[in-house]
């Protein structure tokens, strides 16, 4: 039945409408996080200076650098409960034993990442769920840095004290920090080779695998980068508060998949964005601030918190559906 | 320690509280509290207090504006976000009630450096730059077997409920029982059980130990654990030790019921929630320019048989003894002995 | 041995079993350079596997496969595949939907590496896509999962020429055209000539009869697992091909008599959103109405909106859905489950499933539509294409609900498994029920009562089924606009 007559094609144009809200998708995160700040630096313009700036993203540093591991374990499908947890353990292995046995900690660390890369073969080889996996991790983390800490102290080493301590020119170290993962993630998943076959495990795993490229040793080395960011997240906040507590990051765990999805990622289909995830996390933690800011009563801050969250996401709902008309 | 010398300190500041001194100098501070967690009784009296004391003082003209801040999830993380916000919003002043001793010591610190009085209290943190004012909680310990000391001079057997295992106020009060179970060798401690500073957990707990142990003669506990205790034995149909309160409402009518009833008698003691209030003088009075030593110990309170009525009136259900704290009472502040980091 | 073509791969006895069943026994078949060899069977025959065999991804367990006069099928893999220049086009589309077409060509090739592998891949895939489908449309950093079906097929294909670096020498399209609308399978199909003609290798399967005794040079029949005709194209008739793959070819052109339904008050009766001049499309009680034209021109729209008025009005209606394996089957399930899920008030004892109420259901249908499997509790994703459609026919007609819609539900389906459904779809028409189906094959307009063809998201033509033909609708599908 395949007419050889020569025939017009249907719809040769790429619609516009579809690239106009596919850029409106990619911009939300910023425009969110552009319209908060101006509401902030409205609100306090104390804030609009480098110590205004510095005391309200030091700490989004090491959420950031969650976002970006939770992120890595996003882009395959999977989930990790257990990230706040474990960026606690770190905290406390940096607080105890990285100051007197640098090698020893220094080892612990290795050894953990080690650990999530081993996750995630155990993910793969296992056909397990990842959620009930790193639920579990969760508590085996938790009760770790409990027998390391078994109540709150310990010190920071003193280098890492003063490395996220440094003073840097024109802006606080903490957005050169953010820029800088923001930027080198964004060009190892969306620019190199590598990163389009990461991504492409989390679209069609099928298709990677029959393409010859080993599966297990993908969600193992997503696995293990997310144990390294994890542990630069964890070396990070311990050098802001100079000492730990076995549930100091506990609630990194929500905020970095809020985080994620902020940032225009999904829970499937390994749809994710390096740049969207760390300005999702900025977005959360400034959210708070103009909260505080607003005087709004501590018992609804967490409620307008999820509001923010879901205004955010409702409007990406709607770019979504403009996208999907015709 | 030099003690004269501080309480000559103390005295010429108490001297000096002239309202009008204060408000002279303090009239456009701002003072903000940065509390972890609300959700029990002891912690919604504390706030309680603040707000009265602060709302009394805005309303003299004493300082220009005091809030209360508390954090939804009880995290450290969260709370020195919080604190780095107050920061920003260019308080004079932050008062603490700290998620933990240590992990926001780097926010203090920030805060120290922007030139603002940090005064911690109950939750203390160990940053130098900050003050610090809590209860003795050893000497707590030490004045619960005091009073069994004098209760039995025959000797006793006395069971222990400890509060939530692996925190530091634990560990003292722990340690003034230990301490005082030396001072007095005919007080032999049979049993320790934790009650994590609830009713029901430390019901819970005291049923569970209780067919293995002796006759026991009196109970020691930290606070939002005696009525729990109590029941346990009563629900054991073992005879009703001496068991000493925490100055909690449910506490102190059980008390004054098992007294009416057949003549009990007891014993309470417990931090006092306008701990608070305390901490807003001290806050204010360092704007002013007094001089304190870091390190403070704040009174606590008792109740007795001979002052149960009086504390029972007026308490309402769910509360805490505590007494309205005026600046003038900064004069019954002592630095504390050792520090508590 | 010395033919004048050069033999480039050859199953000799190759044979694999999964389980107890045998998917292939003894193939010998070769593969030259130069010649398209067309591969027909129905559903369950063995072609995937047998294509899955030469791409490496299955691993034969008997026979050989000899490369350049060696046995190799002990080593044999993806890579090794790759390394003799031979490429697969699946007909389960194998892209990352989240990646762009660029993208995509990248996990294609690993040629595509170092600095500026961005814009070589986009300039690579761009050509190959203006060299197979001139006018097609992508753009190389389109996302995949942005793109309609059709398109997505035809970066699919694309993609499997690009060579930077890598040899190429064999394609093999399993299903090319299924979800191309006829320009665009043309376009192909000239391609497969053109690429063969110089010198390349294609292994070409479909169901469409006619584009395979037009493109192929040599047509191999598969029936249960084994090769039983290879025979040059020529030799082939449309008869002759299907009597061969065993399903007997009824002279479909029987033309029973006409007898129009179209009285009392129509089932459906809705304009197409885009309609201007208020013509609407029409379905009376018993009727089966064909929506046809080209893919994408507004047919599937129309069902979705008939669709949303029916159950805004509380009214009775199922889908046969297109798209398998996005819209159609719960993959974790079990066929009955697939089967029973739109029938569960039917199957409601005291506000729970009655399971033996569900497995007399599954039971029936497997009986009326031919499942062919084991048991009706197997996972879904067990089943052949076929026979998941099958299932998900039986899904719909298992409703008492008096309107069926299809979008395009035979979609790369065998030809027994259609004649089934054909069938069965006249005895549920006579019983009364009515169907609104939009097809891409003509052919299967002829079951239809009464046919509304599109174009840019209009009916322009109302034909009932005595006054049809072939022609009528390539010119509706296709005429611009009469002035």
Redesign the interface.
Known sequence: ??????????????PAP?ERA?LLRSALPGVSLAVLLVAIFIM?P??MSY??LN??L??AV?IALATMAQMLIITVNDLDLSLGSFISFVACVAATVLGPHPWLGSLALLGCIAVYAALGALVHGRNLPAIVVTLGMSFIWMGAA?LLL?????AAPAWLQGLVRIKTPLLPLAIFVCMGIALLMHAFLA?S?LG??L??A???P???G???WSLLRIKAGLYGLAGTFGVLSGLF?VG??????A??????TLLSIAGVILGGGEFV???VSAVGAVLGALTL?LA??LL??L?IS??W??GAQGAILILVLALRAGVNRL?AR? | MKAHSFRRVLLCTALSLAPWLAQAATADKTIALSNNY?GNAWRQNMLASWDATGKQAVKDGVVAQV?A?????N????Q???I???????YNAIVVDA?????????I??ACD?GIVVVSFDGTV?EPCAYRISMNFKQSGVAQMDYLAQRFPQGANVLEVRGLA???VD?LIHSGIVAGAQKYPQLKIVGTVNGNWSQTAAQKAVAGVLPSLPKVDAVVTQGDDGYGTAQAFSAAGRPTPVVIFGNREEELSWWKQQRDAHGYQSFSISSAPSISSLAFWVAQQVLDGKQFPHDLESPAATVTQETLDASLQGLPKGGIVSQPVSVDDLARLKPAATAAN | MAAATCTLLEFQGTGKTFGAVRALEGVSLAFHAGECLGLIGHNGAGKSTLMQVLAG?LAPDQGAMLVGGQDLRHRY???LA?EHGIRCV?QEL??????SVA??T???CAG??GWG??ARARRAIAEQLQAIFP???I?PD??V??L?IGQRQMVEIARAFVCEGEPLQLVILDEP?SSL??????QL?RFVRRFVEGGGSIVLISH?L??ML?TCDRIAVMRDGKVVQVRPAADFTHTSLVECMGHAAKAAEEHRTFVSRRHGTPVVDTCPARQGDGQCVRAYPGEIVGLAG????GQS?LLLQVLRQRVRGRQGVALVAGDRQSDGVFPLWSIAQNISVASLAQLRRGGLIDPGAERALANEWQARMGIRTPSMDQPIVALSGGNQQKALFARALATPHPLILMDDPMRGVDVGTKRDVYATLAAEAAKGRTFLWYTT???ELQYCDHVYVFRDGQAVLDVPRSELTEALI?RGS?QEHSA
């Open positions: 039945m395949n007419a050889s007559n020569p025939l017009p094609l249907a719809a040769t144009q790429r579809r596919r306090q104390r804030a110590l205004g005391l309200m030091n700490l090491p409990i078994p109540s709150p102290g310990g620019r080779t389009v076959i991504r492409g989390g679209g069609n099928q298709a990677i029959r393409r010859g906040l802001l508060t100079t000492s730990a507590d549930n100091i990051a506990l609630r990194y289909g390994g749809r933690v708070g601030s505080s800011f005087h501590p018992d801050q967490i996208e015709p | 609300a809030d801040f508390t954090t939804a999830e995290q450290a993380t969260e020195a976000a919080q780095q916000n107050l920061i920003l919003q260019g998620a933990s001793p240590t992990a926001l010591n780097g926010a610190k920030q922007a160990s692996g925190v530091s560990e | 991804t893999n993806v890579r790759r699946f194998s892209l990352c939907p989240n990646l993208e995509n990248r996990l294609m595509l590496a592998w961005r006018g097609h449309g753009h389109d996302i999962a942005d309609p055209t609308d006829a320009g665009v399978a043309a199909l469409i006619g584009e037009s080209l893919a994408g021109h729209q094959e003509l052919e390539l296709f």
